[in-house]
């Protein structure tokens, strides 16, 4: 079976730092990507990860571990703009299939 | 650059009515994919092609159909509309996914079905 969990919603304030955690079971792998999706438009894309360890992207950041199913995406000085939801999704071996989790909407007050 | 284009936008059906969504894309792009999104649910997989002639089922395929005769066009058909195909779908295409490159998404259909 295929399981991508990720938190409903968080909070955070305007110049701060937050973490949104994905964790996943998906029958092979082959890459994770995140995607930012404002309200009513398409999801844009952020950032992909395939080996261990942490990418970096001027504010974004995104972790991998494949031995624990698990990646974040850190998102630094925070602005109002980055209210959002955020996509974390797994595509599997051979590349073909990309599966979404639910998202986590980030809500970032003043 | 237009990127991926969807048409129509936005769309009201009758329950049983049929109808195509469409979608093409001007990047060359191989791979190309259909997808629901519905409150709380994500994402979820339709169909996708991974190449002119070739297509597959994703996590929710029933009551749809797709073809891939060009490149350029992956057109979505909804055989018998239902209530619960009431939706936002977005299309999506890719080089290679598996490669690391990033899908570009369409502006998306709102289509509902009374």
């Known amino acids: 079976g295929q399981n991508i969990d990720q938190p409903t919603e968080m909070t955070a304030t305007e110049g701060a730092i937050v973490q949104i955690n994905c964790t996943y079971q998906t029958s092979g792998f082959n890459g994770l990507f995140w995607y930012q999706q404002h309200a009513g438009e398409a999801p844009t894309f952020l950032s992909y990860n395939v080996l261990d360890g942490l990418e970096e992207k001027g504010r974004f950041s995104s972790f991998l571990s494949r031995s624990k199913g698990y990646s974040y995406l850190l998102l630094k000085e925070l602005q109002m703009k980055d209210s959002a939801s955020y996509l974390c999704a797994v595509v599997n071996t051979g590349g073909f299939k990309t599966i979404f989790g639910a998202g986590t909407r980030l809500f970032v007050k003043a | 650059n237009a990127g991926v284009t969807q048409t129509p936008k936005f769309q009201v059906l009758k329950t049983g009515q049929s109808m195509t969504l469409q979608c093409a894309q001007d990047m060359n792009h191989e791979y190309m994919s259909w997808y629901r999104q519905d409150p709380g649910m994500g994402l979820r997989l339709i169909h996708y092609?991974?190449?002119?002639?070739?297509?597959d089922q994703g996590e929710v395929p029933n009551g749809y159909n797709v073809s891939r005769s060009t490149t350029e066009d992956f057109p979505l058909r909804l055989l018998s509309a239902a209530p619960s195909q009431t939706s936002v779908y977005f299309c999506a295409s890719s080089q290679n996914p598996g490669m690391g490159q990033p899908q570009h998404f369409g502006d998306g259909t709102r289509l509902s079905i009374l």
């Open positions: 092609s991974v190449g002119a002639g070739i297509t």
